[in-house]
């Protein structure tokens, strides 16, 4: 069974920018999370989609908004991009009532 | 509102030695406990997690946790620490509300594993 796909792994913007993550989950997952992980601030949660829905959201400004798709797949966008924006972003997925997430490979966001 | 600290950012242990890392919870409902380990510029890979039942887990690579409710901690342990446990560890919570994902991470302890 694969896992969490996160795509693409690496990327550098420039301030002012935009910027559009992708997240595939397992197969049958159908909640999907992200989270922004930084050396000062550590793990903090982004927010939650269930059935292209968003229920549950993280304290980021609005320039950090998501989406889920019908067939769970998610992206993630971050508008108007700053310096402090540089991060690891981490996709968790889990099924329906699971108690546990599966996390992906990230992807390292680095803005110049 | 639930949170988590982890006691010690930096831990380090000889190869052979026991391996024990901290993990302090706070949580207005019973929780949901998981231990994650990261290497680097990897994602999170679930070690072991506690939900209901049996207090002590065991997880993948010889890794256990015991859940105490009474000192609202699930400290990871493992017998013998071997030199590729090195990485960073992160203890979580999640409320058991069976509705939403989010986890409320601590901040990690990085275990050094020396010869």
């Known amino acids: 069974k694969a896992g969490v796909t996160q795509t693409p792994r690496y990327l550098i913007k420039t301030r002012g920018q935009q910027v559009t993550l992708s997240c595939s989950p397992i197969s049958g997952h159908r909640s999907v999370s992200w989270y922004q992980q930084t050396p000062g601030q550590g793990l903090q949660f982004l927010f939650e989609y269930f059935s292209e829905t968003q229920r549950n959201k993280g304290n980021f400004p609005g320039r950090f908004s998501g989406r889920q798709f019908s067939n769970s797949r998610s992206e993630m966008n971050v508008s108007t991009l700053e310096l402090g924006d540089s991060a690891l972003y981490l996709c968790?997925?889990?099924?329906?009532?699971?108690?546990?997430?599966?996390f992906g490979q990230g992807t390292r966001l680095t803005v110049v | 509102a639930q949170s988590v600290t982890q006691l010690g950012s930096h831990v380090s242990v000889s190869e052979g030695a026991l391996v024990l890392l901290r993990c302090n919870y706070s949580s207005s409902v019973p929780p949901y406990l998981f231990w994650y380990v990261q290497y680097p510029n990897q994602g999170l890979q679930l070690l072991l997690k506690?939900?209901?039942?049996?207090?002590l887990v065991k997880g993948i690579n010889g890794f256990e946790a015991e859940f105490k409710k009474s000192e609202t901690s699930f400290h990871l342990t493992k017998p013998s620490a071997h030199m590729s446990d090195a990485a960073e560890y992160f203890c979580?919570?999640?409320?058991?509300?069976?509705?939403?994902?989010?986890?409320?991470f601590g901040t990690g302890t990085r275990l050094q594993v020396t010869l």
């Open positions: 968790a997925s889990s099924f329906v009532g699971g108690s546990e997430a599966f």
């Open positions: 506690y939900t209901t039942g049996a207090t």
């Open positions: 979580a919570v999640r409320l058991n509300t069976g509705t939403a994902s989010k986890l409320t």
